[in-house]
Structure formats: C-alpha cells, structure tokens
C-alpha cells in the first residue's frame, strides 16, 4: 500500500471516529451490523421525488459484506434504504440513502 492510500485510510478512520454515529446496518443478505457512519440527513436536492436524499460515510472494512443497493440503515430508528455507492479507491464509500416508507 502506497504512503498516500495508507494516509487516506487513516483519514477516513479519523473522520467516523471524530464525527461519526452508530447506525445499524441491515445487508439485504447476511447479518446486520452496528457501525460507526456519518451522516448527512439532507445532502442535496433532486429534480424527482422525493426531492432530498441523505448521504452516510462509511469505511467499507465496517461493513459485514460489500454494500449493494437496496440494502438498509437504521439510523436514530428511522429506516433509510441505499439507492447509490460511490466507493473509492482506499477503501471508503458514500451511501446514497432514503427513508422507507
């Protein structure tokens, strides 16, 4: 692993621990797992309904499998279900989440 993505990782591991909170994650296969995320309830605005999305960062070594869409989070007991991923290279990842119904 090269100095910068070892940066990076140490990084992200910082953020989540300096401003992350425990959410559930509940995979669509396998087991749940608490973890550490942050979270951005209103990132931004859509063109479609429902008009505002949240975001939640994540380190992908928390997660018990890879995350896939579809995929739900608990967050302060609301339900929130992942539409959108956007991993990176060193090893975190965006969530693109909206509350089920």
Do not use: N
């Amino acid at each position: 692993m090269s100095g910068w993505h070892a940066a990076v990782k140490d990084l992200d591991a910082a953020v989540v621990q300096t401003f992350g909170r425990e959410v559930l994650y509940l995979p669509e296969v396998g087991g749940q797992a608490a973890i550490s995320a942050v979270f951005q309830p209103a990132r931004e605005a859509e063109d479609a309904s429902p008009g505002v999305y949240a975001v939640l960062f994540v380190r992908l070594a928390d997660l018990p499998a890879a995350p896939a869409r579809g995929d739900e989070v608990e967050i302060g007991g609301v339900r929130h279900k992942v539409f959108d991923i956007e991993a990176d290279a060193e090893g975190g990842a965006v969530l693109k989440v909206r509350k089920t119904a």
